[in-house]
Nanobody, 132 residues
C-alpha cells in the first residue's frame, strides 16, 4: 500500500494557473503509473491524466488537453499536475492515485486510458476553485 498526499489546490481566477503535487510514500514510487482524477459537485469522478512509471509516456483527457500537463520526479517520489488557462468548469476536488500493479507500461508503449479500478491507492484530495 502507498500513501499519497496532495497539495497545491486553492482559489484562482479564470485564466490562471495552479500546480498540484502528490507525494508518495510506502513503496517503490518509480514502479507505478500515477494518475490524476477530479470530481466536481454532483458529478462522477473524471479521469484527467496519467503518467508511466519513468515519465516517458503520458495521457491527458480531451477536456484538459493543451492546458494541463502531468509530470513526475521519481527522485522526490512526487507527481505533478500543472494546470494552465483554468476555467470555471475545472472547479473540482482533485485526487492523485497510484496504480495497483507495478510495471504496467512497457518501454515504448503509449500511456492510455485507465479505469478507477486499476488504481489502488488514493490521496485525500485537494480542492481547486476557479472563479469566473
Amino acid at each position: 500500500q502507498v500513501q499519497l498526499v496532495e497539495s497545491g489546490g486553492g482559489l484562482v481566477q479564470a485564466g490562471g494557473s495552479l500546480r498540484l503535487s502528490c507525494v508518495a510514500s510506502g513503496r517503490t514510487f518509480s514502479s507505478y503509473v500515477m494518475g490524476w482524477f477530479r470530481q466536481a459537485p454532483g458529478k462522477e469522478r473524471e479521469y484527467v491524466a496519467a503518467i508511466s512509471q519513468r515519465g516517458r509516456s503520458t495521457y491527458v483527457s480531451d477536456s484538459v488537453k493543451g492546458r494541463f500537463t502531468i509530470s513526475r520526479d521519481n527522485a522526490k517520489n512526487t507527481a505533478y499536475l500543472q494546470m494552465n488557462s483554468l476555467k470555471s468548469e475545472d472547479t473540482a476536488v482533485y485526487y492523485c492515485a497510484a496504480d495497483r500493479r507495478p510495471g504496467r507500461v512497457a518501454t515504448g508503449q503509449a500511456m492510455g486510458v485507465m479505469t478507477e479500478a486499476e488504481f489502488g491507492s488514493w490521496g485525500q484530495g485537494t480542492q481547486v476553485t476557479v472563479s469566473s
